[in-house]
């Protein structure tokens, strides 16, 4: 089981950024996808959420019409199309699978299977 989140680095504010999540090793279109970000000194975050064969899509408050999550389950791959960044979003994002059961719990680490390396997503002038 493989997971690789990519695409970070460093922008001005305001800037864009698109992360990519390939998977491979266990049933994608049937896994959901958790994006998390984890900034230093803080717990990880739910950032958002996407259900296997888009059944549903989620973000937390914070990133709410400026990130967009998506899959394309041809390419067992996801994305997490980041617009008009801020300072506040600079941490290390990862990209999570499982199945996570209950809805109320997509934000919760432990309830997903698989984890990828995280990418550094930098935000600064």
């Known amino acids: 089981v493989q997971l690789q989140a990519s695409g970070g680095g460093s922008v001005q504010p305001g800037g864009s950024l698109r992360l990519s999540c390939e998977a491979s090793g266990f049933q994608f279109d049937y896994s959901v996808i958790g994006w998390f970000r984890q900034a230093p000194g803080k717990e990880r975050e739910g950032v958002s959420y996407?259900?296997?064969?888009?059944?549903?899509?989620y973000y937390v408050d914070s990133v709410k019409g400026r990130f967009t999550v998506s899959r394309d389950d041809a390419k067992n791959t996801a994305y997490l199309q980041m617009n008009d960044l801020k300072p506040e979003d600079t941490a290390v994002y990862y990209c999570?699978?499982?199945?996570?059961?209950?809805?109320?719990?997509?934000?919760?680490?432990?309830?997903?299977?698989?984890w990828g390396h995280g990418t550094l997503v930098t935000v600064s002038s």
């Open positions: 996407i259900a296997s064969h888009d059944r549903g899509i």
């Open positions: 999570a699978a499982g199945h996570v059961p209950l809805l109320r719990l997509w934000q919760v680490p432990d309830e997903y299977d698989y």
